[in-house]
């Protein structure tokens, strides 16, 4: 199994410890698939903005849809979702 170096929400500074302090508030925790982004701030920045453009702003399906296919391709991945 491959490891991924992560900085945990004792050790983030800056503009990391920012960003989970909005998780930790927004979800009640750090999910681990945004710890492993944590040695680049700025990427988990950008992909936690594209998740929420993608998942839950407006667009052609609805939240249910959308929730529904990331269950499926979590499921086909055989991953936890």
């Known amino acids: ?41 700025g990427m988990l920045r950008e992909s936690l903005r594209f998740y929420i453009r993608l998942m839950k702003s407006p667009n052609a399906l609805s939240a249910a849809q959308r929730e529904m296919l990331a269950a499926v391709v979590s499921n086909v991945n055989d991953c936890y979702y």
């Open 1 to 41: 199994m491959p490891f991924i170096e992560q900085i945990d929400e004792d050790e983030a500074t800056g503009e990391l410890a920012k960003i989970y302090e909005s998780c930790q508030h927004r979800m009640g925790m750090v999910a681990n698939i945004l710890k492993i982004q944590s040695q680049d701030a």
